[in-house]
């Protein structure tokens, strides 16, 4: 396989990866009511204090819906955004080089997460093994991004090699 072939499949891995994980993190936003009844009912898999968090998020989840449903359009618009943000990688998926922005964008955006999540999660009174579940997200998904940032520069590199040849 040619190394600018083999460099394409790297970069759609790792943005394919980055766009299923996009899709589910939106998707499985909507349901969070029915997810942490699920997760209650199943606290004993977890340590104490985790199961104690799920209760707890549960109880407010349901009351906030009984009296406020409206509430929960908030999480609806956050699983709107992520559904979006999976689209915006459509672009360097068809062709990395020309939307490498958007594998920069995917980067700072990741990087944001952590001090996003260190001070909303202080402000919201997140316990810190929460918050450090939430920085896992950008921290996982800087992975890929740097692996296709990198593959996408070389791609870019070895085009515009050909092009002076």
């Not at 980055?18 to 340590?47: C, D, Q, R, Y």
């Amino acid at each position: 396989m040619k190394i600018e072939n083999r460099l394409l499949l790297r970069i759609r891995i790792c943005i394919s990866i980055m766009i299923v994980g996009l899709l589910i993190s939106g998707l499985t936003a909507f349901p969070i009511e029915t997810e942490l009844k699920w997760l209650v009912n199943h606290s004993t898999s977890f340590p104490f204090v985790v199961a104690e968090w799920f209760e707890t998020v549960y109880h407010a989840i349901v009351s906030t819906n009984n009296i406020y449903p409206y509430l929960s359009y908030g999480t609806d618009w956050l699983a709107f955004a992520h559904l979006n943000l999976a689209v915006l990688f459509i672009g360097p998926l068809k062709d990395p080089v020309k939307n490498i922005w958007v594998i920069e964008f995917g980067i700072l955006a990741c990087l944001l997460v952590v001090p996003f999540v260190i001070i909303a999660g202080q402000a919201r009174h997140i316990p810190m093994f929460w918050r450090l579940i939430d920085c896992s997200f950008g921290i996982l998904g800087l992975i890929p991004l740097l692996i296709a940032y990198r593959a996408t520069v070389d791609l870019r590199d070895l085009q515009n090699r050909t092009l002076y040849v």
